[in-house]
């Protein structure tokens, strides 16, 4: 059994506005306890959790995060049914269709959600889906599983403190926005996220050396194309001519010192 009593005593504490001063006083203890405790470098005697339990409102098994390891379980038994429902037999030409069991696979984590209604990945994956599939529908059918994509990243933003779905959900209620014709918002938010300097894509090329870095450069070459490439696919859906591109030449100019520099020319 994984216990995990100090990563639970710092997210009850952030999450309900207590402090480690607070904790102790009702304790009746030292401040420097709490704070070990959280650090994980001990652990209070077996007669205070009921006490500490108390102090925060929930159970002896969720101070200890053991109902947390079973939750985690659950969730990865999830998962592995949620990608065999969505695996796509593919075509002739050995290409997936992605389209295929979509709904199949929405059915199933809206279902995962009345059984575990806190999982935020749950949110997100089931936002992510209403999305994608709803590129494909027309008329109230679309707006129907837009705007219950919009629901669920709302749901995230109100209630998660954790960056990372809170920028998934940030991310896919932009292109919700979008598609519901809400431009204007969607460029607001959009505008708002973080950009590409201070993200870890940036920060990791400042600190990693060697094979590690050589990593990373791969990462971001990738990144970058597969930006540039989104953007130009976005641009043709409105009539672009690519060849507009080769009349800009600050472009040409860095591109140019993107390939000398990986390819040595």
């Not at 925060?56 to 947390?68: C, I, K, M, Q």
């Amino acid at each position: 059994m994984e216990i995990r009593l100090a990563e639970k005593l710092r997210e009850l504490r952030r999450n309900q506005g207590n402090t480690q001063e607070e904790l102790a006083a009702f304790l009746g203890i030292t401040v420097q306890a709490v704070s070990k405790w959280e650090r994980a470098e001990g652990m209070p005697d077996i007669t205070y959790l009921p006490r500490i339990a108390g102090f925060y409102a929930v159970s002896v098994d969720t101070l200890l995060g053991v109902d947390e390891a079973a939750k985690e379980t659950r969730i990865s038994e999830i998962c592995r049914e949620y990608d065999r429902i969505r695996q796509c037999p593919p075509r002739p030409d050995g290409t997936l269709i992605v389209e295929n069991n979509i709904e199949a696979g929405i059915e199933y984590i809206r279902a995962a959600l009345s059984e575990l209604p806190d999982c935020w990945f749950f949110m997100q994956l089931l936002a992510s889906d209403l999305w994608y599939h709803a590129k494909s529908k027309e008329g109230e059918e679309k707006f129907a599983l837009l705007d219950e994509a919009e629901r669920w990243c709302r749901k995230i933003l109100a209630g998660c403190t954790e960056d990372r779905w809170r920028h998934c959900a940030n991310e896919i209620l932009c292109l919700t926005l979008y598609e519901q014709g809400n431009k204007r918002q969607a460029s607001e938010l959009a505008w708002s996220l973080p950009g590409a300097v201070g993200s870890n894509d940036f920060m990791l090329t400042n600190v990693l050396e060697g094979a590690e870095l050589e990593r990373q450069l791969a990462i971001s070459i990738r990144e970058f194309l597969r930006l540039a490439y989104l953007s130009v696919q976005k641009l043709n859906e409105h009539g672009f001519d690519p060849s507009r591109l080769r009349n800009q030449p600050h472009l040409r100019v860095q591109l140019d010192e993107i390939r000398k520099t990986v390819v040595g020319e």
